[in-house]
């Protein structure tokens, strides 16, 4: 006997594969061109980039905000998920730290600060529970290399979302062809900077993801 609910749930039709392919190429091409030139592009941009027509992009995102809302959550669980793992794959906390760093990179982590500002509304109850796994997981990698004696202790989580930000987006509107090819490079020596014992002593104060969130 069928009751009402597997009536209902058989009701519910199945994404066909090739329009969720679809849809995972337009968040991809969202996610490298709004890195590239800001939550302002075009969409019809986005959907050149996709490989899709307009018609496509909008069946799956009905607005802008959609479309961004989509690729900030793409991009948070994806990098939050990476952390997760360095941290349970690595003994050495500081080589955790650096996997962590390269990787977010290539997940494209410098959408985020264009896009968490303005009119976006970055509280939405779909981004909150991302953000703060993505937030405790990144404050772990540090703690856990702090303790470690491995990374220095003048800098805080802000510092290191901040740099991530700056080095992994181009530099407005800089003629510079292919710059992403350098990204990892400038890094690395980001890191070597974060090593214990410091080198240098820091001006001002450590950045903190309060001052993030409140422009401070």
Same mark, same amino acid.
């Given at each position: 006997? +069928? +009751?009402?609910?597997?009536?209902?749930?058989?009701?519910?039709?199945?994404?066909?594969?090739?329009?969720?392919?679809?849809?995972?190429?337009?968040? @991809?091409?969202?996610?490298?061109?709004?890195v590239e030139s800001g939550?302002?592009?075009? $969409? &019809?941009?986005?959907?050149?980039?996709?490989?899709?027509?307009?018609?496509?992009?909008?069946?799956?995102?009905?607005?802008?905000?959609?479309?961004? %809302?989509?690729?900030? =959550?793409?991009?948070?669980?994806?990098?939050?998920?990476?952390?997760?793992?360095?941290?349970?794959?690595?003994?050495?906390?500081?080589?955790? $730290?650096?996997?962590?760093?390269?990787?977010?990179?290539?997940?494209?982590? !410098?959408?985020?600060?264009?896009?968490?500002? !303005?009119?976006?509304?970055?509280?939405?109850? /779909?981004? =909150?529970?991302?953000?703060?796994?993505?937030?405790?997981?990144?404050?772990?990698?540090?703690? /856990?290399?702090?303790?470690?004696?491995?990374?220095?202790?003048d800098v805080a989580v802000?510092?290191?979302?901040? @740099? %991530?930000s700056q080095l992994t987006?181009? $530099?407005? !509107?800089?003629?510079?062809?292919?710059?992403?090819?350098?990204?990892?490079?400038?890094? /690395?020596?980001?890191? &070597? !900077?974060?090593?214990?014992?410091?080198?240098?002593? $820091?001006?001002?104060?450590?950045?903190?993801?309060? &001052?993030?969130? =409140?422009?401070?």
């Amino acid at each position: 006997m +069928t +009751t009402a609910a597997e009536s209902d749930t058989r009701r519910v039709p199945r994404p066909r594969a090739d329009a969720l392919r679809n849809r995972e190429r337009i968040v @991809a091409a969202a996610r490298e061109i709004l890195v590239e030139s800001g939550p302002d592009v075009p $969409l &019809d941009e986005i959907a050149r980039r996709a490989g899709v027509g307009n018609a496509t992009l909008y069946r799956h995102f009905p607005d802008r905000s959609a479309l961004i %809302l989509d690729v900030v =959550h793409s991009v948070m669980a994806r990098t939050a998920d990476q952390a997760e793992r360095f941290a349970a794959e690595e003994s050495d906390a500081f080589v955790a $730290l650096s996997r962590f760093v390269h990787a977010a990179a290539d997940e494209r982590i !410098g959408a985020l600060c264009p896009l968490l500002s !303005g009119s976006f509304n970055s509280e939405l109850p /779909q981004l =909150h529970a991302e953000r703060e796994r993505l937030e405790l997981a990144v404050e772990g990698l540090m703690e /856990q290399a702090r303790v470690a004696g491995r990374l220095r202790t003048d800098v805080a989580v802000g510092d290191l979302m901040v @740099a %991530l930000s700056q080095l992994t987006r181009p $530099l407005p !509107g800089t003629g510079c062809l292919n710059i992403d090819r350098f990204t990892h490079r400038h890094l /690395q020596l980001f890191l &070597d !900077g974060l090593e214990a014992p410091a080198r240098s002593e $820091l001006p001002g104060a450590a950045a903190t993801l309060e &001052d993030l969130r =409140h422009g401070r």
